[in-house]
T-cell receptor
Framework: NAGVTQTPKFQVLKTGQSMTLQCAQDMNHEYMSWYRQDPGMGLRLIHYSVGAGITDQGEVPNGYNVSRSTTEDFPLRLLSAAPSQTSVYFC???????????????FGNGTRLTVT | AQSVTQLDSQVPVFEEAPVELRCNYSSSVSVYLFWYVQYPNQGLQLLLKYLSGSTLVESINGFEAEFNKSQTSFHLRKPSVHISDTAEYFCAVSDRGGGFKTIFGAGTRLFVKA
C-alpha cells in the first residue's frame, strides 16, 4: 500500500515558468488537499477537494490552480512561478463524509520547490 | 475560523528528561484536536488525537496530551524522552462538521540531547 505519492521530490523553476506537482493516493480517500510548509509558519492550506469534480480554496490559494478528475489524483498547478512560492509542498488525504472531521490526514513526503 | 498557537518554536531537552510542548487554539465552533510529528525529510504522521470523552489521550510511543476546554489548550507531554523523539511537532484543529480545513500551528522543534 503506497499511501500518498508525490512527484517530483525536488524542483527548481525560474520566475514565470509553469509546472504541475503531482499527487496520487491509493486509499480511496474522498478528501485530498495541498499544503505549503514555510519556516516559522507551519502548514498552510492551499486548496482542497472533497471528491472528483469538487474543489475549494484554502488559506493561501493565490497563484495556484487545482482540479480533481479522479478520486486518486489531485495535481497542483503553478501557472507563473514566483520566488514567494519557494516552499515545501505537501499533499494529504483522508476519509471524508458527514461528521468526519475526526479523520486524520495522511501525508506524502513532500516536494521541495525553489523558484529563482 | 480557527487558529492554533504553539508557544515554543524550539525545545532543547536532555535524554530521559520530561518535556511539554504547548498548544493553544481559538475557534468559534467545536473542534477535534490533533498532534502530528514530522521527522526530517518526511511528511507528517499522526501522533494522537482528541475526539471526545476522556480529556487525556495517549500515543503508542509514550506521548500524551490533555484537552483543557476552559484554557483552550492541548499540551503534549512525555515523561522521559529519547534521542529518537527529535522531530518537529505540530498541533492542529479540525472543525467537528465536515472537517474540510485542518489548521496547523507553526510547529515546535524538539531537540533531544545525549
Amino acid at each position: 500500500n503506497a499511501g500518498v505519492t508525490q512527484t517530483p521530490k525536488f524542483q527548481v523553476l525560474k520566475t514565470g515558468q509553469s509546472m504541475t506537482l503531482q499527487c496520487a493516493q491509493d486509499m480511496n480517500h474522498e478528501y485530498m488537499s495541498w499544503y505549503r510548509q514555510d519556516p516559522g509558519m507551519g502548514l498552510r492550506l492551499i486548496h482542497y477537494s472533497v471528491g472528483a469534480g469538487i474543489t475549494d480554496q484554502g488559506e493561501v490559494p493565490n497563484g495556484y490552480n487545482v482540479s480533481r478528475s479522479t478520486t486518486e489524483d489531485f495535481p497542483l498547478r503553478l501557472l507563473s512561478a514566483a520566488p514567494s512560492q519557494t516552499s515545501v509542498y505537501f499533499c494529504a488525504s483522508k476519509v471524508q463524509g458527514s461528521g468526519r472531521g475526526n479523520s486524520p490526514l495522511h501525508f506524502g513526503n513532500g516536494t521541495r520547490l525553489t523558484v529563482t | 475560523a480557527q487558529s492554533v498557537t504553539q508557544l515554543d518554536s524550539q525545545v532543547p531537552v536532555f535524554e530521559e528528561a520530561p518535556v511539554e510542548l504547548r498548544c493553544n487554539y481559538s475557534s468559534s465552533v467545536s473542534v477535534y484536536l490533533f498532534w502530528y510529528v514530522q521527522y526530517p525529510n518526511q511528511g507528517l504522521q499522526l501522533l494522537l488525537k482528541y475526539l471526545s470523552g476522556s480529556t487525556l489521550v495517549e500515543s503508542i510511543n509514550g506521548f500524551e496530551a490533555e484537552f483543557n476546554k476552559s484554557q483552550t489548550s492541548f499540551h503534549l507531554r512525555k515523561p522521559s524522552v529519547h534521542i529518537s523523539d527529535t522531530a518537529e511537532y505540530f498541533c492542529a484543529v479540525s472543525d467537528r462538521g465536515g472537517g474540510f480545513k485542518t489548521i496547523f500551528g507553526a510547529g515546535t522543534r524538539l531537540f533531544v540531547k545525549a
